[in-house]
């Protein structure tokens, strides 16, 4: 009988090839490419259909996560006599696109697609202009927000109706419910800071409205 090696690297049991030895480093072709749709799923939706509403997703899913981002970025570098109501409510708005961020990625893999998932594919695929990466005056700060905000809101109007023609319901609500609603509510709150009120004395007879 052949003498154990006590100096191996990988130990195996008696069991044959069962090993505690973790195996690192390990690699193998993906098992989905990027841009396609798996079959045999009981959606009762066509493959045309799911690529195209996948594809739209990505696009959503990509902005959304740049949103994400541009929010976590301004509650770090925002500074001035608002900082802390501002520190706080974009670290509010940053969490609830995390959520959306959830929710898009999981409907693109319920439809059989591939979700983006890393920044620099995100990079490539945002249509949201990208900020310096040094600190910005408030007005600016919540200037480029609105206008990543436009661009999701258009873009979830869009997708809504497509999906409404094509007969998926669920990307539909998805649009609707989840995403455009809650980018509206957030629009609105940034919008209200770009309102030049007086801050302490008014000024009844200084100003006039149109
Ligand atoms: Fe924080």
Known sequence: MAKKDLN???PTSERGNVSAQPRLHQSAPEIQKYGTVSHMLPLDLEEPVRLEM?????????????LRDLYK?????????TFYQLHLLFDKHYGEQSEIVDTIA?????????????AADVAETTRI?????????????????LD?????IGHCRELAKRADKLGDDGTNDLAVSDVLRA???QAWFL??????????RAEPRLRSIG
């Open 8 to 10: 191996a690297k990988a």
């Open 129 to 145: 202009a990208r900020p310096p990466r040094g600190r910005e005056e408030v007005p600016v700060q919540i200037s480029r927000l």
């Open 106 to 118: 999981e409907r693109i893999q319920l439809l059989g697609g591939v979700s983006i998932a890393m």
């Open 191 to 200: 919008s209200e800071h770009l309102v030049d009120a007086p801050l302490v």
């Open 73 to 81: 970025k301004s509650h770090w570098q925002v500074a001035g006599p």
């Open 148 to 152: 990543a905000h436009q661009i999701i």
């Open 54 to 66: 996948t594809e739209q997703l990505n696009l959503l899913l990509a902005d959304t996560m740049t």
């Open 183 to 185: 980018n509206e509510l």
